[in-house]
């Protein structure tokens, strides 16, 4: 992407790591700035996409710069949502530096910031120019960051490829260990899953839904824990949960709740919410959402790992009891099963 001015945005957290070697191929290139904001979801907020803004505008950066994203989701949002704003938009190129980001938040186009009332209620689609995924900065990054990460990629094997989320099962130690060829094979399949779906409903109409398997359930956990909850680590307890729902509702294939707790144990992720979550406050949360429709939630839920199930209308969501949500909450709660008197 040649630019006049490339603006890299990173983290306080990443900069100092890998901002340098950036920052100076880019330096080789035209003029360059580095704009550092504290790591953290926080930072996904007005006050930083106004203060980004008004730096790029005193830098004197215009429509031919070029915003490039150093970081993990949180940059990306952040840097996206600039970039899809600054003078009407201007190109970006995502340098994804979390296993997420790599597998996730880098792909697809969504770009936003968080705001009082919710997570992600304001941004806009914007796709980057170009992704530039390098697994080795992968080295530094904490091992509770590298299992948010996983949880995303169980998802991709849940929603379209079976024999992937069993290869991640079996290669479960390698991938803790940073093995770099299996870290990659990771990288480049859940990629190929998201690309595709996004790229068959780039405007989230339909089947994109499917990438919020787990999702409904995870942001709810994130809202009650005040997002103390890496979002990762919500979509873990999400996936099992809604899962498991789907199958008492009649949705989802006995047996595949089991499978997914199976694989996210072996990648060291709980399928448990954090001890002393109110299981009503969950669900208080799911009925609140501004991304509900008519206040009642919709679920993407698996039919059988690999496959999703449709909605009678053709539709990718589907509403759930809340009995069979609670039942289910309560299931992750206490590794029990609610008895019928309870459904
Ligand atoms: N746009 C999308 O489609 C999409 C999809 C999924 C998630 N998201 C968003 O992504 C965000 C979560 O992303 P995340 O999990 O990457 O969080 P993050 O950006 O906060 O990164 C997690 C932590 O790891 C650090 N870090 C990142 N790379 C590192 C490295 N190589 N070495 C050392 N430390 C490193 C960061 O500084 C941070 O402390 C959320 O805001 C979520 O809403 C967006
Ligand atoms: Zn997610």
Known sequence: VG???????????????????????????????????PAGEASKSRTRWAELTDALLAAGMGRDGCLVALGGGVVGDLAG???????????????????????????????????????????????????????????????????????????????ADADYLAGIEAEADDLLARNPAVLER?????VEIKAAVVGRDPLEAGERAILNAGHTVAHALERVTGYELPHGLAVAVGLVVEARAGESAGHTADGTADRLARVLGALGLAAAPPAGTDPEAVLAAMATDKKGR??????????????????????????????????????ARTGLSAGPADV
């Open 3 to 37: 630019a006049a001015h490339y603006a890299v945005v990173s983290d306080a957290h990443v900069g100092p790591l890998h901002a340098a070697r950036v920052h100076a191929a880019l330096t080789a290139a035209g003029p360059a700035s580095l704009h550092l904001v």
């Open 81 to 159: 949502f600039v970039a899809a704003t600054y003078m009407r938009g201007v190109p970006l190129v995502q340098v994804p530096t979390s296993l997420l980001a790599m597998v996730d938040a880098s792909v697809g186009g969504k770009t936003g910031i968080d705001v009082p009332a919710g997570k992600n209620l304001v941004g806009a689609f914007h796709q980057p120019r170009l992704v530039l995924a390098d697994p080795d900065v992968l080295a530094t990054l904490p091992l509770a960051e590298l299992r948010a990460g996983l949880a995303e990629a169980v998802k991709h094997g849940l929603i």
């Open 186 to 190: 990771l990288v480049h399949r859940s």
């Open 294 to 331: 008519g206040g009642r939630p919709r679920y993407a839920l698996p039919e059988a790992p690999g496959r999703m199930a449709r909605a009678a209308d053709g539709g990718w969501t589907l509403p759930l009891d809340e009995a069979h949500v609670r039942s289910a909450l309560d299931h």
